[in-house]
């Protein structure tokens, strides 16, 4: 029966002599494996001291930051359920995230003290406070006891909480990292890693805590949310070899003065959280070459394909299917279609976390079954994954059904334009077409969301789309945007986009 996860993993650095390895660089200082474990046990000490039982729900409202590390490995050896929540969300949000967990306990720190410290609210314990006893030797049954809550993207609706048990992170341990440049204490070599995603998200605690403390290599925490430039700052200081981004923070990257020196020197470069268009993928990969790593998955089951760019030409190549993740196309009535039909991806997975609305409902988990993603694909004859585009985002025009994806990679194609996206806006006569929204690159002193151009740059990407698709599938106008909306994962939300576009009806 699969254990605890803390106590696997401290098992392993014990085992391996790494507690006087690096683990993480935060706040100006080095952290050792010892002391990541020693904080996790005082944090678990906290929690039993102030009365938590097994199974209950801590809303963790802290930065990536040591002490986020704690609290989480400390709510585990506790027997706890982490959920980590993303601090900077607005406060209506923030009390639908407390209202949808039902938290025992919320661990705050001076930036979020004021925000959740409130009546109504959960009981709340600075997180200072939480660590500040002495470490616990005892840890909680493991195997299939819940472990994490975290919340899915909300692009098509409310958020919701797809829990994880100890034995969902029971996969043996990764190989050792390869060698990289010299770490950063100036002993050995190691891998150092960066995730601009948050601790908030699946992805983005894995690549910081998981994959971190099971292959002995070091990570690197912002306690602030990292832009392009900071990004690039934290890398060459701590000699960063592998980064994690969503896409559109890479091409938010690829604006800033030395991104080429930056993305160059780095091992690997692992993009997930949304799709990788093909303008990225065209200036990405002369840079990285087989460097650049494609990542797709699902909140509800993890990591489902994953290649490498530069060995695909076409743009919706993801690669093949991870080991012991099959994968099949399906059509409307469930049955298999044959290789290059596009329908809905099912990937057959030994677990899948349904979201829940309610944090009491505790985990709900299917097993050993084909799981629907929901999104259009097709797998090619030579077993590589291509996705299209979310089904339910599919707009219906003449009758006819449109994949965004596709005309938004070919607005891509043009070279002034950044990002694009398209949704159907109901028009006054009560048609129904496509409108486009671009991102473009600042040109000539203009800005990224105008300019005198502007109407010679429309006509030329509605032209570009007449050249090359159906009639049904040509955006009737354009509307330039500073920013598509997006979720703070990076995906974009449809529904937001199609009230932006309301306003130009």
Not at 428 to 438: C, E, I, K, M, N
Request: proline content about 8%; hydrophobic content about 40%.
């Amino acid at each position: 029966m699969p254990g605890n996860v803390t106590e696997d993993l401290a098992r392993l650095a014990r085992a391996r002599g790494w507690l006087e390895r690096i683990a993480f660089l935060a706040d100006g200082r080095a952290w050792t494996y010892a002391e990541v474990f020693d904080g996790a046990a005082r944090a678990a000490r906290g929690y039993r001291s102030a009365g938590l039982r097994r199974g209950d729900r801590v809303l963790l409202a802290l930065p990536d930051s040591v002490e986020m590390v704690w609290s989480v490995l400390g709510a585990w050896q506790a027997g706890l359920v982490a959920v980590p929540v993303n601090v900077r969300m607005s406060g209506e949000d923030l009390t639908r995230a407390v209202e949808t967990v039902e938290p025992a306990l919320a661990v705050i720190d001076p930036d979020t003290a004021g925000r959740l410290e409130l009546p109504g609210f959960a009981p709340a314990m600075k997180v200072a406070t939480l660590v500040a006893g002495e470490p616990d030797p005892d840890f909680a049954e493991g195997g299939d006891a819940p472990a994490l809550a975290v919340f899915t993207s909300g692009t098509t609706g409310a958020p919701k909480l797809c829990f994880f048990l100890h034995s969902n992170f029971a996969a043996p341990p990764a190989p050792p990292a390869p060698p990289g440049p010299p770490g950063p204490n100036g002993s050995g070599r190691t891998t150092v890693g960066l995730s601009v995603s948050r601790m908030y998200f699946l992805g983005g605690l894995h690549f910081s805590v998981l994959t971190t403390l099971a292959t002995g290599q070091t990570a690197v925490l912002s306690r602030t949310r990292a832009t392009p430039a900071t990004a690039i700052e934290l890398i060459g200081r701590h000699q960063v070899t592998n980064l994690f981004a969503q896409p559109s923070f890479l091409a938010r990257m690829l604006l800033e003065p030395g991104h080429a020196e930056t993305l160059g020197r780095l091992r690997e470069v692992s993009s997930a959280g949304e799709v990788l268009s093909l303008r990225l993928r065209e200036q990405l990969v002369p840079i990285l070459g087989n460097r650049l790593v494609n990542n797709y998955g699902a909140t509800e089951i993890g990591v489902i394909s994953m290649g490498r760019p530069a060995a695909y030409r076409a743009p919706s190549a993801v690669g093949p299917a991870v080991p012991g993740r099959p994968v099949r196309i399906v059509d409307v009535d469930g049955r298999p279609m044959p290789a290059g039909r596009q329908g809905e991806l099912h990937v057959y997975a030994d677990f899948a976390s349904r979201g829940v609305e309610r944090g009491s409902l505790g985990p709900d988990q299917v097993t050993d079954t084909w799981w629907p993603t929901g999104d259009l694909a097709s797998i090619d004859d030579d077993g590589v994954l291509h996705v299209h585009g979310r089904l339910d985002d599919v707009e219906v025009i003449g009758g006819q059904n449109v994949v965004p994806g596709e005309v938004e990679r070919l607005l891509e194609r043009h070279p002034r334009v950044l990002e694009a996206a398209v949704s159907s806006v109901r028009r006054p006569a009560g048609d129904t077409s496509l409108r486009a929204y671009v991102v473009t690159v600042p040109d000539d002193g203009e800005t990224a969301a105008g300019g005198a151009d502007g109407a010679a740059l429309d006509a030329e990407l509605i032209a570009l789309a007449r050249s090359r698709l159906s009639w049904y599938k040509v955006p009737q106008d354009v509307v330039r945007l500073d920013r598509l909306p997006r979720n703070a994962n990076g995906k974009i939300l449809r529904r937001h986009l199609r009230a932006v576009g309301d306003q130009f009806v």
